[in-house]
């Protein structure tokens, strides 16, 4: 029944997922300390309206942020996302299982589970799909992680974590024209003004 808890200037370097237990939380205060991360799973806190992160060390916020529909004021000022901003791009290469599997459910290779050992029935059933609506892709194991920036206010890029199926589906490196733009990117901008309406209410400054 927890609905206030205040953390702040505690010298804290992690989140614990399991606040996300705490089904009643409006207010969580985490400012002034060392945090660099927040776990996905604070998404799951439904009943939170405020949540306050300045003076940490935070490049960037989990995509699951926005699922906080809730979420009234969020402070951010006094990280490093927002006096700078950083692309992070890493990828492990996907092993054989997986290419094989991104095969069958690109391609919709019809399958029954008689047809395959019952562990691979259940791999293929944990595909999730590419984020990217022109690429339909899909990725097990194996996906690219990056930061993706959302313009909040017209002012602010707010950093992002987002998941991609390859490094195809990302944005060109910077040496790369700056006249080309890849179609992830324009995808990228639509998402953005969207996530913008969704939280309205980010205390920047």
Do not use: W
Not at 114 to 140: H, I, M, Q
């Amino acid at each position: 029944s927890l609905e206030f808890l205040y953390l702040g200037g505690n010298f804290i370097t992690s989140i614990p997922p399991e606040l996300a237990n705490l089904p009643s939380l409006s207010y969580l205060v985490l400012c002034d300390n060392k945090i660099q991360s927040i776990p996905p799973q604070l998404a799951q806190l439904h009943s939170l309206r405020s949540l306050s992160l300045h003076n940490n060390l935070l490049t960037y916020l989990p995509r699951e942020i926005l699922n906080l529909v809730h979420l009234e004021e969020l402070s951010l000022r006094g990280n490093p996302l927002v006096v700078r901003f950083v692309r992070d791009l890493t990828y492990n290469p996907p092993s054989l299982q997986e290419l094989a599997g991104r095969t069958i459910k690109t391609r919709n290779v019809p399958y029954a589970p008689s047809d395959l050992p019952e562990n691979l029935v259940r791999y293929l059933s944990l595909a999730t799909n590419c984020p990217n609506p022109k690429c339909g892709g899909v990725y097990f194991d194996s996906c690219v992680r990056q930061i993706k920036f959302v313009d909040f206010c017209g002012k602010y890029r707010l950093p992002l974590m987002h998941y991609l199926c390859s490094p195809e589906c990302s944005s060109p490196c910077s040496s790369a024209s700056q006249s080309s733009t890849s179609q992830s990117e324009s995808d990228s901008e639509d998402e953005a003004s969207v996530a913008a309406r969704r939280m309205q209410k980010v205390l920047l400054g």
